[in-house]
């Protein structure tokens, strides 16, 4: 006996090809006749994606299976890109690599066919070195023994990368002292010279304190 599954459901507010994909292995295990696939698919939008529709109805009326897809990747599908093979090869790890996986895989079903050799130089090349040189060596058949491998690399790099250290300084040696500066020369005050002045006319000699 066919287990029953539930069917999807969808509100505009992620991309279109996950719930679409989900349709189709629904109809698949279900064996939904073709006619019937729009009538199922929009019965379980909601929210915007409901309103959507509902304008879509009074536009052209009830479409296609295809046309409906075409229409809601329109709608809530990414951007369209006139080479999409090249998005993907143009995507670079610029942070960890968990949040490369997942923009890679986002723009992978859109690129159209490709080989598993393929899929594993354009995931490779897009980790970037020295992680993509590394990774390259292993030589991975497949695009998810690649995407493993470059998990464990990467781990395994943030165990052995060595302890930063502030630019330009240089710690002193452990069994260094601070020698005590010599003292500087002390010049003795100068002495007040005699001097001589005159009083009533007459020179008088004033004797300094040490005379």
């Known amino acids: 006996m066919v287990p029953k599954l539930d069917f999807p459901r969808y509100d505009g507010k992620s991309d279109p090809l996950i719930f679409l994909n ?4 629904y109809f698949h295990q279900q064996r939904i006749m073709e006619e019937e696939k729009v ?4 019965y379980n939008l909601e929210e915007g994606a409901q309103m959507w529709y509902i304008q879509v109805q009074q536009d052209e009326g009830t479409p296609s299976w295809r046309r409906f897809k075409e229409l809601l990747h329109l709608r809530y599908g990414p951007p369209l890109r006139s080479n999409p093979l090249g998005e993907l090869a143009a995507c670079k790890r610029t942070g960890s690599v968990e949040e490369y996986q997942d923009r890679f ?3 992978l079903p859109r690129a159209g ?16 070195p020295p992680l993509s040189l590394d990774v390259e060596i292993h030589n991975p058949q497949t695009l998810a023994a690649a995407m ?7 781990l395994r790099d943030q165990y052995t990368a060595p302890p930063s250290r502030a630019p330009g300084r240089v710690p002193l040696p452990a069994t260094s002292a601070r020698l005590p500066l010599p003292a500087l020369p002390t010049t003795p005050a100068p002495t007040a010279a005699s001097t001589t002045i005159t009083v ?3 020179p008088v ?6 005379e």
């Open 113 to 128: 066919h490709l080989d598993e050799a393929q899929r594993v130089q354009l995931f490779t090349v897009g980790l970037q």
């Open 205 to 210: 000699k004033r004797l300094t304190q040490a």
């Open 200 to 202: 009533e006319g007459r």
């Open 105 to 107: 895989q986002a723009l």
């Open 39 to 42: 009538w199922m698919a929009s």
């Open 148 to 154: 493993s491998l470059a998990r464990k690399l990467a």
């Open 22 to 25: 989900r349709c189709e292995s």
